[in-house]
């Protein structure tokens, strides 16, 4: 693996980030650690993701990815958004697995993300070892509704131990945006658990053409 320092900057990714009720609470709740209570609806969170350019990190090379997982309570980040328990994390880049999974995320390499944008219709792709796992369908506009920004936090277990990493991030947001569909597609791989609710109900979202944030913030040791 490069020598890769947290934390890490990424600038001018192009992300899609939204949360949805599950069709099957007791799997999605079966995939968080017991101590760690789920937010009342059972939410799940998607990020699909894509930065283009080495020019747009500090040390890592252009990679795309997809992690998903469950809000979870008490674990809010200083701005009131739910804590969020990653159950799975495709990357494309094998150093930055590398470096994901030595804090705990479930990462994962062979992945690919593939954002692409027609007639005011993004398409999102998330693939593993050449086999597509998830497409999610959104109407998004040019305009900029919005520039969000704050932290998010993020939890995994090192060595048995909970930890907490707060993740800052500054994100233009979308107008006009909106999840139109999303499809799991290979009901024999583990993400497949969490599929949403029909219809799909979701919670909380954005698409940005420009989001950047730091890799990982802040850690360290928490409580259930």
Avoid at 9 to 18: A, E, T
Avoid at 154 to 162: H, S
Avoid at 195 to 217: I, K, M, Q
Wanted: net charge negative; charged share 20%; proline share 7%.
């Amino acid at each position: 693996m490069s020598d890769l320092y947290a934390p890490q900057m990424v600038i001018r990714s192009r992300m899609l980030y939204f949360t949805w009720v599950p069709e099957d609470k007791d799997a999605v709740r079966a995939l968080v650690p017991a101590e760690l209570p789920l937010s009342d609806n059972a939410q799940c969170f998607i990020n699909q993701y894509v930065v283009d350019s080495s020019d747009d990190t500090s040390g890592f090379e252009p990679y795309s990815l997809t992690y998903a997982g469950l809000d979870v309570k008490g674990q809010d980040s200083p701005q009131g958004i739910p804590g969020r328990w990653w159950t799975h994390y495709v990357n494309s880049n094998t150093d930055m697995t590398a470096y994901a999974a030595e804090r705990g995320v479930p990462a994962h390499s062979g992945g690919e993300t593939v954002l692409s944008i027609a007639d005011g219709v993004l398409t999102a792709i998330t693939r593993q070892d050449g086999k597509d796992l998830i497409r999610t369908t959104a109407k998004v506009s040019n305009d900029i509704a919005v520039v969000g920004r704050g932290q998010l936090s993020y939890l995994t277990k090192v060595d048995g131990q909970l930890t907490n990493g707060l993740y800052p991030f500054v994100a233009s947001m979308a107008d006009g945006w909106e999840v139109t569909s999303m499809e799991f597609l290979d009901p024999s791989h583990s993400i497949y658990a969490l599929r949403p609710a029909s219809p799909l109900e979701v919670t909380w979202g954005f698409y940005s053409p420009d989001a950047a944030f730091c890799y990982p913030g802040g850690e360290g040791p928490v409580s259930a």
